[in-house]
């Protein structure tokens, strides 16, 4: 079964502080992999997308890495903000009937405090 | 504003009522999908156009649930009597076709549904 599990389900953290967000996937055939924000009742916005042969992708102060062979990436936020308190919702897609079929984890709540 | 429009952002609808939801997509993308995000969860698949085309719908789609894109722009979701387990966020996204490992998918802000 294409699932997508994503940990810890909530963190709380300083500003300032760095963190780290897991995704394990069982998603096959694999396309690539897709971090998004989002934010409290607003649509996920997306801040990489990384292809099979993809380990490591930054977009600004986020930094995702990919392991394909033990199908598991992370999104690591550094000098957080208190704009970065939101969702983070891992994706994985499968490219079938012709488009990429998307795969959503339940996301990671972070909360960034002053 | 360029972006994936939906309207309206709210609806509170009594059980047993219809509901219609709108979708703009951005205006070259060709593809068109429908997602619903309860709270605490991921949006999960309903259903994806192709121009006019429905060409898949998931089995979370009932027979209360239909979507048209009757001219290949817009896309209406019309949820007919109503069940307060469908009270979740409606999600349009549209990308543009031919699409490659790449391409990329743009979410409109959602239409939250309440049914009271």
């Known amino acids: 079964k294409n699932q997508v599990e994503q940990s810890p389900q909530s963190l709380i953290i300083l500003e300032g502080k760095n963190c780290t967000l897991q995704?394990?996937?069982?998603?096959?055939?694999?396309?690539?992999l897709r971090w998004y924000k989002q934010d409290t009742g607003r649509g996920p916005v997306s801040l990489t997308i990384?292809?099979?042969?993809?380990n490591t992708k930054s977009n600004g102060r986020y930094t995702a890495t990919l392991d394909a062979d033990t199908k598991q990436s992370s999104l690591h936020i550094t000098a957080s903000q208190l704009s970065d308190s939101a969702s983070y919702i891992c994706?994985?897609?499968?490219?079938?009937?012709?488009?990429?079929?998307?795969?959503f984890g339940a996301g990671t709540r972070l909360a960034v405090h002053p | 504003d360029t972006g994936v429009s939906q309207n309206p952002r709210h609806k509170i609808t009594k059980r047993g009522q219809n509901v219609t939801f709108r979708c703009d997509p951005i205006?070259?993308?060709?593809?068109l999908y429908w997602y619903r995000q309860t709270l605490g969860q991921g949006p999960e698949f309903l259903t994806y156009?192709?121009?006019?085309?429905?060409?898949?719908k998931s089995r979370l789609l009932s027979d209360r649930f239909s979507a048209e894109r009757p001219k290949g722009s817009f896309s209406t979701l019309e949820i007919q009597r109503t069940e307060q387990g469908d009270s979740a966020m409606y999600l349009c996204?549209?990308?543009?076709?031919?699409?490659?490992?790449?391409?990329?998918?743009?979410f409109g802000q959602g239409t939250r549904l309440t049914v009271v």
């Open positions: 996204a549209s990308s543009l076709s031919p699409g490659t490992l790449n391409t990329e998918a743009f």
């Open positions: 205006s070259e993308h060709n593809r």
């Open positions: 156009f192709q121009n006019e085309a429905q060409l898949e």
């Open positions: 994706v994985v897609s499968l490219f079938s009937g012709g488009y990429n079929k998307l795969i």
């Open positions: 995704c394990n996937y069982t998603v096959s055939p694999f396309s690539n």
């Open positions: 990384m292809t099979f042969s993809e």
